[in-house]
């Protein structure tokens, strides 16, 4: 095998590298000018899993209450289609009780009343396409 030059860093300090051979022995190579024989082992069917330099991130939960311009209204908080409705006007409802599933990117998801109160009106019907900030029902 003809030699392999690269530029390895190593903990934030750069070396010229040259490969010289690769064997089942082992790796023969220079470091900036510096000959050195890396040995290695095959472990026994272990692989072990790098742990990760970063925190995983926190994702929020899919099932939020709509957020409404107007307290005293739920909009649709994305675009999908209305799958079902669990409210119907004169219902009391408290605060992130379920009242309508929307459908969107083939997941459903549960839209939760943002405040209690009665229901005054449903403005979508099952079946029915929404987009993002259309009105869903209202309070009293």
Same mark, same amino acid.
């Given at each position: ?6 530029? $390895? ?37 272990? $692989?072990?899993? &790098? ?10 939960? &899919? ?35 379920? $009242? ?21 009106? $449903? ?18």
């Amino acid at each position: 095998m003809p030699p392999k030059k690269f530029i $390895v860093t190593v903990d934030g300090t750069e070396y010229q590298a040259e490969i010289k051979s690769i064997d089942r022995e082992g790796i023969e190579v220079f470091l900036n000018g510096q000959q050195y024989k890396v040995s290695f082992a095959e472990l026994e069917d272990q $692989v072990k899993t &790098p742990t990760p330099k970063s925190k995983p991130i926190a994702l929020p939960d &899919p099932v939020q209450p709509a957020v409404a311009v107007n307290p005293d209204q739920v909009t649709a908080p994305l675009p999908g289609d209305v799958i079902e409705i669990m409210i119907q006007a004169g219902d009391e409802i408290e605060v992130g009780q379920g $009242v309508i599933v929307l459908e969107s990117m083939k997941m459903k998801n549960l839209i939760r009343s943002s405040r209690a109160g009665k229901v005054k009106n $449903v403005h979508v019907s099952p079946g029915q396409s929404v987009a993002y900030g259309d009105l869903l029902m209202e309070f009293e």
